[in-house]
């Protein structure tokens, strides 16, 4: 091994029932250096690092760790910590409801003479920990106090104190925002500084730029290459990750059709909900896709689930095809034509210990009521129609669906709407969290539903999918609909009317 290398990885092969999820696969990682980990969803991302910290058992390869005599075969995460591999999820699994103090050392807590535990003791060391990696805390409040983005900074602290020789980061930056985004940057830069190595897996291409000194692609469980920063474009890294040209990324056509004529499909009126959202107007045609923009926290999710009655309006009233309807329940818009697919999928979304095709039947079979069972052949029709028609890479439809990458997992909550032939849908950040060829297919079918005559209420925190996608837009400030853009809509004109609400 190279003197400058602290770990490699070698022809990792491991097979899922029916999948090959690595095939040959290779990673090297230098000492202080912040190496990307990228590919679509489904590449082997995941997998990959799941064979480096013990989770997975792989069939072949070898992994060797700088220092260490021989191959490295981890049984479990404690054996990869004993290593020097560490590993930060997005969804932190530390302990909220104790101290920062308490989750930094957590199993590993000093003990006085007497043999009890020595706080005092733990939560100087904790302090000096904190202050040492410049994170403002106090590590005696509950971890559950602090920003997200805190939590991960914890997360990282208490990793580097068990002295990670390789830091795993794993979509940290999925829920945080700009600021936050930069401090954990920060962070990183400071651990690249004392020689930590860190493996940093991301969707965001502008932040792979921003940090990182290597890329490493998979694609199909593959190895594609690995590559320095400076020696690969936005495009060329795009194309390795697709296998296919930026083109056919871009080659996306809404419709530009007069909606003003077409039949009206929602017709909000005076919709407000106490405490989130004041009272708005809106309006929404056939075949239209209707985009709802601003900040988090402006009020786009709770605008969405007044309409769809996961939060019971407060006041207004709604139509829907010219009908007045009163939408109290998820269930009551179901019946009305609508479906929602909302913005945390792993929350409201999926239900993980169920098959692909339960998680497809699911609202149709709500729809009809329990004592009328959709038969078993019915069911798997269904599931196999919109497996093929959404090109949803899975094992078979009774594979679970937290088997799935993000990416799947989005596409088969849109199968279980399309499902129900749903005039109305309401798309909550769809493109959230999963890579950027299966973004575009989500766009390109957004599009495509619309020319089908579905109107769409589509969320997102990124303006620029949002422009290739909408008709129209409506801008959300402070609870309140500050604005909507119409005609020839440019990112210049969303972000000023963001952020003042010029009309």
């Given at each position: 091994m190279d003197k400058d290398v602290i770990?490699?990885?070698?022809?990792?092969?491991m097979?899922?029932?029916?999948?090959?999820?690595?095939?040959?696969?290779?990673?090297?990682?230098?000492?202080?250096?912040?190496?990307?980990?990228?590919?679509?969803?489904?590449?082997g991302k995941s997998t990959l690092i799941k064979c480096l910290t013990g989770i997975n058992d792989f069939e072949a390869g070898e992994i060797r760790m700088d220092g260490i005599d021989g191959p490295v075969k981890n049984h479990s995460t404690r054996d990869a910590q004993n290593v020097g591999i560490s590993t930060v999820y997005q969804e932190v699994n530390l302990c909220p409801?104790?101290?920062?103090?308490?989750?930094?050392?957590i199993g590993r807590e000093p003990l006085t003479a007497l043999k009890t535990i020595d706080r005092a003791s733990y939560n100087k060391r904790s302090q000096i920990i904190m202050d040492d990696l410049g994170i403002e805390v106090d590590v005696t409040q509950n971890l559950e106090n602090y920003s997200l983005a805190i939590q991960q900074m914890v997360a990282i602290a208490r990793a580097v104190d068990m002295d990670c020789k390789v830091l795993i980061l794993d979509e940290p930056t999925s829920s945080l925002d700009d600021e936050e985004v930069e401090k954990l940057f920060k962070l990183m830069r400071d651990l690249k500084a004392k020689g930590v190595s860190i493996l940093f897996v991301t969707h965001f291409l502008e932040q792979v730029y921003a940090v990182c000194d290597r890329i490493t692609v998979l694609r199909n469980g593959t190895f594609v290459g690995e590559y320095p920063i400076a020696e690969l474009p936005r495009v060329?890294?795009?194309?390795?990750m697709m296998g296919k040209d930026l083109d056919a990324l871009e080659a996306i056509e809404k419709e530009n059709a007069d909606f003003d004529k077409a039949e009206v499909v929602i017709d909000a009126q005076g919709i407000s909900h106490t405490g989130t959202v004041k009272p708005f107007d809106l309006k929404i045609h056939k075949g239209e896709v209707v985009g709802v923009g601003g900040l988090l926290g402006s009020g786009r999710s709770e605008l969405a689930r007044s309409i769809y009655?996961?939060?019971?309006?407060?006041?207004?009233?709604?139509?829907?095809?010219?009908e007045e309807v009163k939408i109290a329940q998820p269930i009551d818009a179901m019946n009305r034509g609508m479906g929602m697919l909302p913005d945390d999928r792993k929350a409201e979304g999926i239900i993980g210990d169920l098959s692909i095709r339960e998680n497809i039947i699911l609202a149709m079979q709500a729809k009809r009521g329990a004592l009328k069972p959709i038969p078993m052949k019915e069911q798997e029709a269904i599931a196999d129609k919109f497996i093929d028609l959404l090109s949803i890479k899975c094992p078979s439809r009774e594979a679970k669906i937290n088997q799935l990458s993000g990416g799947n997992q989005q596409k088969v909550i849109l199968a279980r709407w399309l499902a129900?032939?749903?005039?109305?849908?309401?798309?909550?950040?769809p493109t959230r969290g999963i890579d950027v060829g299966t973004k575009s297919e989500i766009q390109k079918l957004i599009i495509d539903l619309a020319k089908q005559g579905k109107s769409i209420m589509f969320i997102s925190s990124e303006i620029s999918e949002m422009l290739r996608t909408c008709n129209r837009m409506v801008i959300m400030r402070d609870g309140e609909k500050v604005n909507e853009l119409s005609g020839d809509l440019t990112q210049e004109g969303v972000m000023n009317a963001i952020a003042g609400g010029e009309k």
């Open positions: 770990l490699t990885a070698r022809g990792i092969t097979t899922f029932p029916g999948v090959k999820a690595l095939q040959n696969v290779d990673l090297t990682l230098r000492k202080g250096e912040i190496h990307a980990l990228m590919g679509e969803n489904g590449a409801n104790l101290s920062v103090a308490e989750n930094l050392f060329k890294l795009v194309a390795a009655g996961a939060d019971r309006a407060s006041t207004g009233t709604l139509k829907v095809k010219g129900t032939d749903a005039d109305f849908l309401i798309l909550d950040e």
